[in-house]
């Protein structure tokens, strides 16, 4: 989803201007300097005999299927001080 430099979070504290330096989103930066396809969403199913993937996007009703070369798994992670 996006990229934040966690060591400058608390001049941002201060300073709330500051936080556009210290982040940015991810989706542009994949697409425009690696040409992938970033896909934000959760994947349903993964078969790796036909190199495909059920993708449901986040902001979307449906699934859909999408075919790869090479697929990379992020899991992500939550730092979120109020969710157990």
């Given at each position: 989803?996006?990229?934040?430099?966690?060591?400058?979070?608390?001049?941002a504290y201060v300073k709330p201007c500051h936080l556009d330096a210290l982040t940015f989103t991810?989706?542009?930066?994949?697409?425009?300097s690696m040409g992938v396809k970033f896909i934000w969403g959760e994947v349903r199913k993964l078969d790796a005999e036909a190199k495909t993937a059920t993708v449901k996007p986040i902001f979307a009703e449906g699934t859909e299927e999408v075919g790869f070369d090479y697929?990379?798994?992020?899991?992500?992670?939550?730092?979120?001080?109020?969710?157990?």
């Open positions: 989803e996006y990229f934040e430099y966690t060591p400058g979070v608390l001049r991810l989706q542009p930066v994949l697409e425009r697929c990379i798994i992020c899991s992500g992670c939550n730092f979120g001080p109020f969710k157990p």
